[in-house]
């Protein structure tokens, strides 16, 4: 047999070979529409965090179909991460997630957390701050504090989307550290951060903690006033005029990762496309002048990594808001 026919062979012996392979042996990569599902409402940080990874992945080509950013609100995510185990081991529905998918489920507010799920990456960070409409009588901080002291229900809080999570711990650990009773503070509940901005500038809750994201467009139109942000120091750009906690007397740094999680039982196949999607995103040109401006740590972990990032942040959590009398007892 000559050269040219032995390779012949030999190159259809292994084309048979690929063609026995599983598909996650051979590769993955989305082959219909896939669905950015966001568990709050439009106009919050999450859904503005989904749209712009859609936004970046669709300009860049990284994904070789369609992408639709899905809202799912309510439940504090508990429904957005039922949708997403509706599709189990599909990596054609993947979710915006946030430090919520633990403290809410430490809580007892869901029955889901990340290891029902397959962790994906962790993109960035971003600190709570604390506003104020601009005409607040509260002119701080540390002035809001003395006000609980004297009567920790004098002031009514907004907070999305649910009790112990990232943003109410922007104010809780403050207050915690100030010795006011949290149990005895009002605090309504709402399904977005831009709902709970509504909430405040309609002068139906007197506090809203948020993130940096957003309250951005807030700050710069002058209509709220922040007077305080869990970071510890100041932050540049339009919040170098906000005091951190720290100085005004309180022990309070809260920051609040957003990542992507995709539906349980993911092959690795699908995973490795997904870290090797969203390590292209956060290594573009888009993505680091989006952290620059909205004052994001880049914090960006493979899939790996998040999953052994979130097993001891989740220990770390449950300690703190066992502490706040806001973990489930059993």
Known sequence: MGARRRFAVALTGVSLLLVGLPAQAQGWQPDRNVEIVIN??????????????????????????????????GGGGAIAYGYLNQHPGDGHFVSIAS?????????????????????????????ITVAVKADSPIRSGRELLDRLKKDPGAVSFGVATSLGNPNHQGVAMAMKDAGIDLRKTKTAVFQSGGNAITALLGGHVDVVPGSVGLMRKHLQ?????????????????????????????????????RGMIGPGGMTPAQTAYWDNALKQLTQSEAWKKELETNNWADEYKSSAETRKYMDGEYAELKGFLTELELAKTK
């Open 40 to 73: 709050t409402a439009p106009g919050s940080g999450q859904d503005a965090t989904g749209r712009l990874i859609q936004k970046i992945l669709q300009e860049r080509k990284a994904v070789p179909t369609s992408l639709t950013v899905v809202n799912k609100p």
């Open 99 to 127: 430090k919520s998918l633990l403290t809410n489920h430490i809580s007892g507010r869901a029955t889901v957390t990340y290891t029902h799920l397959t962790p994906l990456a962790i993109l960035f960070e971003e600190y």
């Open 221 to 257: 139109a002058g209509s709220v006033r922040l007077i305080a942000v869990a970071s510890p120091q100041r932050l540049a750009g339009v919040f170098a005029q906000v005091p951190t906690w720290k100085e005004q007397g309180a022990n309070a740094i809260v920051s609040n990762w």
